[in-house]
């Protein structure tokens, strides 16, 4: 059967290329929330939702214009990808499965993604990935791709940056070897407890973790919003944050 897989990847960029990925994401983030304000200002004049296709060809405009030709330095595929992501948080609201899209606000989730598997380039055997605009990334190899190349995400995450590669693949169904049944009952002082007697401890480092986390929320509330020293200790709390979702994956 296909399946489709993601390996995620930590980036080593040069320091262009972070500037550069800022930038992209930037004016990803610049096109979703101008279609939306696009958008609003449509509907509230009593206009018919506008399409993908339509706002592709107002994307083209403001690339060619004079005021937003800033928007020719960034690839356009990611620029496409943010119209279609509003498409989608569009249609998620009118099947009631999401609340109305907002706009994105700078420093967060900050992404943007190539669509387009013939523009990529993976060199597994030198660790390193070719994006349009970007050149070759170096990229922490802990695992081999397997499959067809699909797309690829770059993001950044507690100050560091990373590519999440989507392959598709033929894998064999999975046949149950199992003979037996046990239950598991998740708690506090013990991580887990088998029906048979056997349990898991917790992990001790969530309390460290959490102890620092703490520490560092109250540091941030008696700084000035906005400041240096605020944005350093937001960096402080992100990076506990991206320790602790380690931990519980790697659990």
């Not at 928007?71 to 990808?81: E, F, G, I, R, W």
Request: aromatic share 10%.
């Amino acid at each position: 059967m296909q399946r489709l897989q993601a390996f995620k990847f930590e980036l080593m960029p040069t320091g262009e290329q972070q500037r550069d990925m800022r930038r992209f994401s930037g004016s990803c983030r610049f096109v979703y929330n101008k279609a939306l304000a696009l958008q609003r200002g449509n509907y509230a004049t009593g206009g018919k939702f506008i399409s993908y296709v339509a706002m592709a060809k107002r994307l083209t405009a403001w690339r060619n214009g004079s005021e937003t030709a800033w928007l020719k330095d960034s690839p356009v595929h990611p620029l496409q990808h943010a119209l279609k992501d509003l498409e989608r948080a569009y249609r998620n609201f009118f099947g009631k499965r999401a609340a109305f899209p907002r706009f994105k606000k700078k420093g967060k989730s900050e992404r943007l993604r190539y669509p387009d598997p013939k523009q990529i380039k993976l060199d597994q055997g030198n660790s390193r990935i070719f994006l349009p605009k970007l050149g070759w990334l170096r990229y922490r190899n802990s695992r081999c791709v397997l499959g067809e190349l699909r797309n690829a995400t770059v993001s950044q995450s507690a100050g560091k940056w990373f590519v999440s590669i989507q392959t598709q693949g033929e894998v064999d169904r999975p046949v149950p070897q199992a003979t037996s049944a046990v239950g598991v009952d998740v708690g506090i002082a013990r991580f887990a407890t088998m029906s048979d007697g056997t349990f898991l401890a917790p992990l001790n480092s969530f309390k460290r973790h959490e102890a620092r986390l703490r520490r560092a929320q109250r540091a941030m509330s008696r700084k000035v919003k906005f400041s240096s020293n605020w944005k350093k200790a937001k960096a402080r709390i992100q990076r506990t944050h991206a320790r602790i979702g380690n931990a519980r994956r790697d659990y």
